[in-house]
Nanobody
Framework: QLQLVESGGGLVQPGGSLRLSCAASGFALDYYGIGWFRQAPGKEREGVGCVNSRGDTTTFADSVKGRFTISRDNAKKTVYLQMNDLKPEDTAVYYC????????????????????WGQGTQVTVSS
């Protein structure tokens, strides 16, 4: 059974850091790119960033560029979203998702490109 499980969310003060994890099971993680998305209360879900299957290409939304990074440990079947210098506007439920197509050289955080989603983890940035 294809499954992605996010963890690592929580409450953090502005300027703080969190690392989210996305643990994969039921498929070969190293074949697929992984995207990160978030949904704030009352807003539509938006793309945050993505990493290709090999882990050598990442793409980020302008709102998080320079603050967020994505890495992956295919041996541990886990992808990480490192979030630094967090701001209140980063408050949202964060989701990871698996690209529909394997072995893509690039990645794009477009929702329709992703077919398997995790349940989400809450990140709250507040003093």
């Amino acid at each position: 059974q294809l499954q992605l499980v996010e963890s690592g969310g929580g409450l953090v003060q502005p300027g703080g850091s969190l690392r989210l994890s996305c643990a994969a099971s039921g498929f070969a993680l190293d074949y697929y790119g992984i995207g990160w998305f978030r949904q704030a209360p009352g807003k539509e879900r938006e793309g945050v960033g993505c990493v290709n299957s090999r882990g050598d290409t990442t793409t980020f939304a302008d709102s998080v560029k320079g603050r967020f990074t994505i890495s992956r440990d295919n041996a541990k079947k886990t992808v990480y979203l490192q979030m630094n210098d967090l701001k209140p506007e980063d408050t949202a439920v964060y989701y990871c998702a698996r690209d529909r197509t394997a072995f893509l050289r690039l990645c794009y955080f477009i929702e329709k490109n992703y077919g398997t989603w995790g349940q989400g983890t809450q990140v709250t940035v507040s003093s």
